[in-house]
Structure formats: C-alpha cells, structure tokens
C-alpha cells in the first residue's frame, strides 16, 4: 500500500460509486481519466469492453486531478462527474470519485489500494491507445501492468505509433491474441491485449478546444 494511505472503509467506496460495490467473483473493467469532459469515445470503449472482455461492470475512475495537467485546464470535479454519469446513462457503467475516496494521485497507487480492498475481484486497467503510447510519461508506469490485466482500446490515428511505442515493445511477449478478449480478466498479470473497434475521432482537447473557440466568436 501507498505510504501514509489506508485503506478506506466499503461504506465511503459505495458512497464514491453512487451506492454500488462490487460483488466477489466479478469482473470490472477500470477507465481512469480527468473525464473533461466524458464523451462517446470513452462511451463507445466501454460499451465494447463490456462485451469483448466479457464484464460485469465498467468504472470511470473521475480523476480529481491528472497530474500531467495544470489544474486551470481543468474543470470542478463535480461537475465534471455530473456529466460523466449524464452521458454513461447505462446501468453496468459507473462513473465515480474513487481516487478521491482512496485518496489517490497516480494509476498505480489507485489500483494496488482497489486490488486489496476488493481480492476476489477480477480488475481490468482499459485504455486508448492515445494511453498505450504516453504511458512512459506516468509514474511507476510499468508497475501498472504487473498489477492488472490490460485492455487497450484502438483509437484514430494511433494505432501504428501506439503498438510501435516504448510500453507496447516492453511487454511485447505478455500480449494476448485479441481473440482471448473474454477470458482477460481472469489472466494474472502481465497480460494484455490490443482490441480493434469502430473508431469514434471524440476527445476532451478537442471539445475543449472546441468550446474556446466558439466563446472567442461569441467575443468577438
């Protein structure tokens, strides 16, 4: 466990998740992220995560802060994840404020703490494969595929560079034929797949982006 945290009780996880803990023997799907905001890309990897990796529940892990980002980038936590569960609208997607209930910053630190307070769950680490090619900038990087199975997502654009990247090359041996999707959650790390979908081009910079140029018009 992280140095100075403890494990927080089930109650203020439930509470971190809407009300809902997952039940021994499941399998759950982890979508960290600043969610700022949600949009369909991260809807559309769910929705295949559930079905390809054969899962009882997706959770968007609404980040208090990322950071690699400067915190005026990013938007009120809670609004931020008002919007995520508006947009999830699906009863097996839960987005929550679980590193704020475990009192976590970094991916690795979040996942050794949920790996121990949930033992008899099956976890899945789910990215973009945006993520797979900057992973090497996050810390302790490489724990995280020693401590969960990982699903990585297509996305446009990066496919190439991605399964060319430093991460995909450092555990090249680990990764499983797509077609052992629906057993990934039950591997014990490392191990880890890359999943082709319909690409959807959505992404919080560019919705950002997006927005500040629509308000610089409306200035002008």
Do not use: C
Not at 2 to 7: E, N, S
Not at 58 to 85: C, F, I, M
Not at 118 to 141: E, S, T, Y
Not at 185 to 209: C, E, K, M
Request: positive net charge; proline residues 8%; without cysteine.
């Amino acid at each position: 466990m992280p140095p100075g945290l403890a494990l927080p009780t089930r109650a203020r996880l439930a509470a971190a998740l809407g009300g809902r803990l997952p039940a021994p023997g499941q399998r759950i799907g982890l979508l960290g992220g600043s969610f700022n905001p949600a949009h369909e890309a991260h809807l559309a990897i769910s929705r295949e995560a559930l079905r390809r990796l054969r899962l009882d529940q997706v959770w968007w892990l609404v980040s208090p802060q990322n950071p690699l980002k400067a915190s005026g980038e990013t938007e009120a936590l809670a609004k931020r994840l008002d919007k995520a569960r508006a947009l999830a609208h699906h009863p097996r997607i839960l987005a929550g404020t679980i590193e704020t209930a475990l009192g976590t910053v970094y991916s690795t630190d979040t996942l050794t703490m949920l790996v121990r307070r949930f033992p008899r769950v099956h976890f899945v680490w789910l990215m973009g494969a945006d993520n797979l090619l900057q992973i090497p900038a996050w810390k302790n990087w490489q724990e995280l595929f020693h401590i969960l199975p990982v699903a990585v997502f297509d996305r446009p654009s990066y496919h190439l560079r991605a399964l060319a990247g430093r991460a995909a090359r450092r555990f090249a041996r680990h990764r499983l034929p797509e077609s052992r999707a629906g057993g990934l959650a039950r591997r014990a790390p490392p191990a880890w797949i890359f999943v082709h979908q319909g690409l959807n081009p959505q992404s919080s910079t560019q919705i950002r982006a997006a927005r500040k140029s629509r308000a610089k018009r409306r200035q002008d």
